[in-house]
C-alpha cells in the first residue's frame, strides 16, 4: 500500500514539475473582466494610470460572463491602494507608486490583475497634454488590406467607397477616412510627425511637404503610422512601420538613415492651452515636464552596431546637432544586444571654426532581450537648466519588473564623476522638446565618415522589408510654478 502511495506522489510530482510556469498575464483561473467605470463608456482595462491623491482615484467593478459581481480585491503594494464602494472599487495612490490590484470573486475560482501606475502630479498641477488613437473622429482607411476603422467595427472598404457614407446614415464623418487619419490627429492635438512619405509643416499642412527622394532610396507614398487594436492594454494603439528597402530620413534626404518620429510641436501653443506658459517645449528657465509613454519592440526587433533611437529629447537653435539624451537599441562590439540610456551634452570648445563636440556618456544601460515581445511604461522627469535634472524608469508591464532606473541631480555630479554636469538646456538653444519613434542608421559608415551605400546593415534584410513598433498613451505634463 504504501509502495503504490509512493508512486503516485512520484507520478503527481513529474506532473507538477513538468507544468509550465505562468507569468502573471496568464493565469490557471479563468479570468474576471475588470471595467473601467466611465459614464457611458465603460471599457476592459488591464492596465490603469491614474492621479495621485484623493481626486485622482477611479472607479473600478468586475464582471464575470457580462454581468458585475462581488469580489475580493487586494493590492500587493503599499503606494496603491484599493477600497470598496457598494459594487465597485475605488483605485488610487501616492505619487511615483506602481503595483498590482488583485481580484477574486467569492468562490475563489476566478481571478484578474490590475496594473496600476501613480502619475507624478494632479492633473489640478500641472498642464497635460495626451494623445492616443481616434478611430470615431479621425477614422483610418487602410489601403494595405481594403478596411476602413470607424470605433471598434471593421467594414470592408473594397471599391465600393459609397459604403462609407452609410455609417453615419448618410452624413459625412467630422474627419473624411483617409489613410493619413493619424497625421491629421497628431497637428490637431498640437505635435508634429517626420515621416518618409511626409511632414508636418510650421503652417499645419498634413502631408503637404515634398517627399525627399535619392539615388538609393525612392520613397513610396504609404501611411507609416497606423491604428491597431492591441489585446493585451485592451485598445487601440499606434503602429509606426519602417521599410528597409523604401523608407530614408524625411527631413534630410539621406541615405544612410530611416526616420519615423512623433514630435512635440515647435511654435505653436496648443489649441488647449491655459496661460501663456502652456506649451509642449521647454524654452528652459527650470521647466519641469514628465513624459510617459509605453512601447512594443516585435520579439525579432533586430539591432546592429549602428543607432536605433527609440526615443530622444532634441534641442533647437545653437549647439543642436546631438540629442541630449536618447533611448538607443543597439548591438556591442563584441554582439551583445543592448538597450542604452545616452546622455551627450554641449560642445565643449571651439578650434577656429571646428567645433569640438562632447562625448557621449552612458548612464544606463541593460540587456535589449527583456524588452522584446513586451509591453513597456517608460516615464522620465526632466529640468531644463544649466545644469538640470533627469530621472526615467521604464517597467514591464506583464510582471511589473523595472529594467531600467536612473535618477541625475546636480548634488551627485560630483560622486557620479561625469565628465560634465547635466546641462538639460544648453547655452545658445531656443527650446527642446521630446521625440518618440524609430530613428536608425542603416548604412555603416566610412572612416572619414560619410555613409557607405556599398556597405548596408544587412541584418536588417531579415526584417521582411518592414519592421513596426508599437507605441500607447503619450502624455506630457508640465509642472506648473
Known amino acids: 500500500m504504501k509502495r503504490k502511495k509512493l508512486i503516485i506522489i512520484a507520478v503527481l510530482l513529474v506532473i507538477f514539475v513538468s507544468c509550465p510556469v505562468l507569468g502573471p498575464e496568464f493565469t490557471s483561473l479563468p479570468e474576471l473582466q475588470i471595467m473601467q467605470a466611465i459614464p457611458g463608456n465603460d471599457k476592459q482595462i488591464k492596465i490603469l494610470d491614474i492621479d495621485p491623491g484623493e481626486d485622482g482615484k477611479v472607479r473600478i467593478f468586475v464582471e464575470d460572463n457580462g454581468g458585475i459581481i462581488m469580489a475580493d480585491a487586494s493590492s500587493n503594494s503599499s503606494t496603491v491602494f484599493v477600497t470598496r464602494e457598494g459594487a465597485e472599487f475605488l483605485i488610487s495612490g ?21 496594473r496600476v501606475f501613480v502619475r507624478n502630479w494632479k492633473r489640478s498641477e500641472v498642464y497635460r497634454h495626451t494623445l492616443e488613437p481616434d478611430r470615431i473622429n479621425y477614422p483610418m482607411f487602410n489601403e494595405r488590406n481594403g478596411e476602413i476603422y470607424v470605433g471598434n467595427t471593421n467594414m470592408n472598404y473594397g471599391s465600393e467607397k459609397n459604403v462609407f457614407r452609410t455609417i453615419y446614415e448618410g452624413k459625412f464623418p467630422p474627419f473624411e477616412s483617409t489613410s493619413f487619419a493619424s497625421y491629421k490627429l497628431f497637428v490637431d492635438r498640437g505635435f508634429h510627425y517626420e515621416a518618409p512619405d511626409g511632414l508636418s509643416s510650421r503652417t499645419g499642412m498634413v502631408h503637404g511637404d515634398r517627399v525627399l527622394e535619392t539615388e538609393r ?24 512601420t519602417l521599410h528597409f528597402e523604401h523608407d530614408g530620413d524625411m527631413v534630410g534626404g539621406y541615405d544612410d538613415r530611416q526616420r519615423l518620429e512623433l514630435k512635440t510641436m515647435d511654435r505653436t501653443v496648443p ?7 502652456d506649451l509642449m517645449f521647454s524654452l ?72 569640438v563636440p562632447s562625448i557621449n556618456q552612458y548612464p544606463r ?38 529594467l531600467m532606473e536612473y535618477e541625475y541631480f546636480p548634488e551627485e555630479y560630483a560622486r557620479e564623476n561625469f565628465v560634465d554636469p547635466f546641462v538639460m538646456f544648453r547655452p545658445g538653444n531656443t527650446y527642446i522638446r521630446a521625440k518618440i519613434g524609430f530613428y536608425r542608421r542603416i548604412m555603416h559608415m566610412t572612416p572619414f565618415g560619410l555613409p557607405n551605400p556599398n556597405d548596408p546593415v544587412l541584418e536588417y534584410e531579415h526584417e521582411g522589408d518592414e519592421v513596426s513598433i508599437l507605441y500607447a498613451d503619450f502624455e506630457m505634463d508640465k509642472w506648473k510654478f
Open 271 to 277: 489649441p488647449n492651452q491655459e496661460d501663456v506658459n
Open 94 to 114: 501616492v505619487p511615483g507608486g506602481m503595483g498590482i490590484v488583485n481580484f477574486t470573486n467569492r468562490a475563489g475560482t476566478k481571478k484578474s490583475e490590475l
Open 365 to 402: 544601460e541593460m540587456p535589449l532581450a527583456p524588452f522584446r515581445g513586451e509591453w513597456i511604461r517608460a516615464e522620465q522627469t526632466v529640468t531644463y537648466d544649466n545644469p538640470g535634472a533627469f530621472k526615467i524608469k521604464l517597467v514591464r508591464i506583464r510582471d511589473m519588473t523595472v
Open 284 to 355: 528652459g528657465n527650470g521647466d519641469i515636464f514628465t513624459h510617459r509613454w509605453k512601447f512594443k519592440l516585435p520579439e525579432n526587433f533586430i539591432v546592429s552596431t549602428e543607432f536605433t533611437h527609440i526615443f530622444q529629447l532634441k534641442p533647437e537653435g545653437a549647439d543642436n546637432g546631438n540629442p541630449t539624451f536618447t533611448l538607443t537599441a543597439r548591438k556591442r562590439s563584441n554582439n551583445e544586444e543592448v538597450m542604452q540610456l545616452i546622455y551627450r551634452g554641449p560642445i565643449r570648445e571651439m578650434i577656429g571654426d571646428r567645433e
Open 217 to 240: 532610396r525612392r520613397l513610396h507614398d504609404e501611411p507609416h503610422i497606423l491604428y491597431h487594436y492591441d489585446d493585451i492594454l485592451h485598445k487601440d494603439v499606434f503602429a509606426f
